[in-house]
């Protein structure tokens, strides 16, 4: 009997470092004295895991594992020089955009070649 590895648990924690990056994109400084909320930079960053979160139950392993990684790496790559590298009030508009085109490009894609036969609609 061969047994498959469930790579849910690490899909679970891919959500949970995408919501970390997405906290910590949209806290950025108000001022000397704290920090400020933005809700559009938490969302727009946060979009991508929300949407991966819809795919994990109907995903196969490698497929889940690599969408994954592939989505928080975009994201990571993206955050990292906008937030604290070269923060500038993010008036490129980048962050709003291309975490969810990431999303667009890389989970259809990974949905339709790694989908699970079992699904009903699944040829």
Not at 62 to 80: I, K, M, N, R, T
Request: glycine share 10%; no cysteine; aromatic share 12%.
């Amino acid at each position: 009997m061969t047994q498959t590895l469930d790579y849910r648990p690490a899909a679970y924690l891919i959500v949970l470092l995408g919501l970390g990056g997405a906290a910590a994109a949209s806290l950025v400084p108000f001022y000397t004295a704290g920090y400020l909320l933005e809700p559009g930079v938490l969302l727009a960053v946060l979009m991508p895991f929300l949407l991966y979160g819809l795919f994990i139950e109907s995903l196969r392993g490698p497929w889940l594992l690599a969408s994954g990684l592939l989505l928080l790496v975009a994201s990571l790559a993206l955050v990292v020089p906008e937030r604290y590298l070269h923060y500038n009030g993010y008036t490129d508009d980048m962050i709003y955009w291309v975490p969810t085109l990431a999303a667009a490009i890389v989970l259809p894609i990974a949905y339709g070649l790694g989908r699970r036969k079992d699904d009903p609609g699944a040829p």
